[in-house]
C-alpha cells in the first residue's frame, strides 16, 4: 500500500510538469483578452477611447516595406492567409478596396510598375469620400501619405502605391466630414506617417468609428496625415498565421519585411 501510494504521488507529480511544458509550449496569441497578444517586434496593442487598437510603427531603415498583388504565377493572392504561408512577412494587413475581382480600385503602383490608374472623380461609398488619398513609398522606401489631389500634382517616381479613401487626418486636421464619434462602426485599418517619417499602421480589434479611428493616428501615435484602407474585411498577420480578422478575400497586400 505504501509503494503504491508512493508511485501514484510519483506519476501525478510527472503528469503535471509535462502538462506545464506542453502549456509553455503552446503559442500565445491571444492570452486573456482581445488586447494580450504576441506580435511582432515593431507593433504593440494600445487602449485608446475605451477601445484596443494594435499598432505597428516602421523605420524604413530597418525593414522593407512592399505593396503586393499577385503571387509568382501571376494570380491575385486570394487572401492574407495564402500569402503568409507563402511569403511569412514581418507583418502584413489588406492595403485598399478591390473589385469583385480583386482587381485594385485606383491607383496601384507595384515595383514601379503601375497596375492601375489614378481616379480623381466622384462615387459612392468610403473610397470617393473626398478627400480621399494615396499610401506610397518612394524609390528610396520612405513612405508617404498624402491626399489624392496633392499626388495628382506630382511628378516624382514612386516604387509602390496604393490609393483608397477617405483620408482620415489631413495636415494635422481630421476629416471635415467625419462626426465626433458617429454611428457607423467596423472593424477598421488604415496607414499614416509620423514626424520621424516611419509608416504606422494600425488595426482595431473591435469596432470603431471613424471620428475614434482617426484621432488615434493624430493625437496619439502623432501622425498629420493618416489614410483608410478599409472596414469589415480588416486583417493584420504576424510572420506565420492570422492576428486580427482574415476570413474575407484581400486585394492589394501591404507587407513589411526584415532588411
Partial sequence: MIVTRKVYVWLAALIGALVMVIFVMLPNKQATGPHVLTLPEPCQSVTFEEANFIFCVVDPVKYRIELQLKDSTGQTWQDLKTFVAAMHPVFSMNAGMYH??????????????????????????????????????????????????????????????????????????????????????????????????????????????????????????QCKNALYFDGVISAFSDDDSIVQGGNFPVGPIVAVFER
Fill in 100 to 221: 469583385q475581382d480583386l482587381s485594385p480600385v485606383g491607383l496601384y503602383i507595384e515595383n514601379g510598375q503601375k497596375f492601375t490608374p489614378l481616379l480623381t472623380g466622384a462615387g459612392d461609398g468610403n473610397f470617393f469620400m473626398k478627400p480621399n488619398g494615396v499610401f506610397g513609398l518612394w524609390p528610396d522606401g520612405t513612405p508617404f501619405v498624402t491626399a489624392t489631389d496633392t499626388y495628382a500634382r506630382s511628378t516624382l517616381p514612386v516604387a509602390f502605391a496604393t490609393q483608397s479613401g477617405p483620408m482620415l487626418v489631413i495636415d494635422g486636421e481630421i476629416h471635415p466630414q467625419f462626426e465626433p464619434d458617429g454611428s457607423s462602426r467596423y472593424i477598421r485599418n488604415g496607414v499614416g506617417v509620423d514626424d520621424q517619417r516611419r509608416a504606422v499602421f494600425v488595426i482595431s480589434q473591435q469596432i470603431v468609428s471613424f471620428g475614434k479611428f482617426a484621432r488615434l493616428f493624430r493625437d496619439l501615435l
